[in-house]
C-alpha cells in the first residue's frame, strides 16, 4: 500500500495520560499536514511541515500538542496530559510541492475516558 | 476567516435519485476547491478537484460545479446508489502567498448521505 499510513487506527486513553499518534506520508510527498475531525464536523487544521520545517500551526494546537517531522519523512503528533476534549479523529495528509491536492491517511481515532 | 457550510446537514434518498448537495463559502478568493468522500469511521478520499478557474469537473456519475464569484458550489450525483452512501465533505484552499500554495484546507460540516434501496 502506497497511501498515507497512520499508527495507531485506535487508542483508548485515560485522562491525564500521554499519547503519540504516527503518519507515514507517501514517500515522494514532502508536505504533511494534521488534522483534527470532531463527531459531526469537518476536519479542521492543526499544523503544517515542508520535509522537516513545522511552517503553521493553528490556534487549536495548544501547548499540550507538539508535533515533529525529524527526518521530512514520517511524522509524529504527541498530546501530553490528555483531556475528555481531545477525543476525536486525527487526520494525516501529505502532499507535494506543486500538487493540487493532499492525500488523507485513515486516521487515528482517539478516546479519553 | 474563511467559512464553509454545506446544505443540507443530511438526506435520505431512494435508490435511483439523482441528488444535489450544496456547499458555500464566505471568502471567494480561493485557490481550489475540493469535494472529499468520507465512510465511518474512515479517513478522507477525493472525490473531485476544482481549481478557481474552472466551472465544473465530472468524474463519473459525479459533477461538481463552482461559481466562484458568489461563493457556491454543488456536487451533483446522479442515479445513486446504496453505496453512495457516506459523508460528503467540501473544502477550499486559499490562494497561494508568494505564488506556492501549501494546500491547507478549510473544511464544511459534511453532508450526511444515505440512499435506501
Known amino acids: 500500500d502506497t497511501g498515507v499510513s497512520q499508527d495507531p487506527r485506535h487508542k483508548i486513553t485515560k485522562r491525564g495520560q500521554n499519547v503519540t499518534f504516527r503518519c507515514d506520508p507517501i514517500?515522494?510527498?514532502?508536505?504533511l499536514y494534521w488534522y483534527r475531525q470532531t463527531l459531526g464536523q469537518g476536519p479542521e487544521f492543526l499544523t503544517y511541515?515542508?520535509?522537516?520545517?513545522?511552517?503553521?500551526k493553528s490556534r487549536l494546537l495548544s501547548d499540550r500538542f507538539s508535533a515533529e517531522r525529524p527526518k521530512g519523512s514520517f511524522s509524529t503528533l504527541e498530546i501530553q496530559r490528555t483531556e475528555q476534549g481531545d477525543s476525536a479523529m486525527y487526520l494525516c495528509?501529505?502532499?507535494?510541492?506543486?500538487?493540487?491536492?493532499?492525500?488523507f491517511g485513515q486516521g487515528t481515532r482517539l478516546t479519553v475516558v | 476567516k474563511q467559512e464553509v457550510t454545506q446544505i443540507p446537514a443530511a438526506l435520505s434518498v431512494p435508490e435511483g435519485e439523482n441528488l444535489v448537495l450544496n456547499c458555500s463559502f464566505t471568502d471567494s478568493a480561493i485557490y481550489n476547491l475540493q469535494w472529499f468522500r468520507q465512510d465511518p469511521g474512515k479517513g478522507l478520499t477525493s472525490l473531485l478537484l476544482i481549481q478557481s478557474s474552472q466551472r465544473e469537473q465530472t468524474s463519473g456519475r459525479l459533477n461538481a460545479s463552482l461559481d466562484k464569484s458568489s461563493g457556491r458550489s454543488t456536487l451533483y450525483i446522479a442515479a445513486s446508489q446504496p453505496g453512495d452512501s457516506a459523508t460528503y465533505l467540501c473544502?477550499?484552499?486559499?490562494?497561494?502567498?508568494?505564488?506556492?500554495?501549501?494546500?491547507?484546507?478549510?473544511f464544511g460540516q459534511g453532508t450526511i448521505l444515505t440512499v435506501h434501496p
Open positions: 511541515f515542508q520535509n522537516e520545517a513545522q511552517l503553521e
Open positions: 495528509a501529505s502532499s507535494y510541492t506543486g500538487s493540487l491536492e493532499a492525500f
Open positions: 473544502a477550499v484552499r486559499p490562494p497561494p502567498p508568494g505564488g506556492t500554495s501549501y494546500g491547507k484546507l478549510t
Open positions: 514517500s515522494e510527498h514532502n508536505r
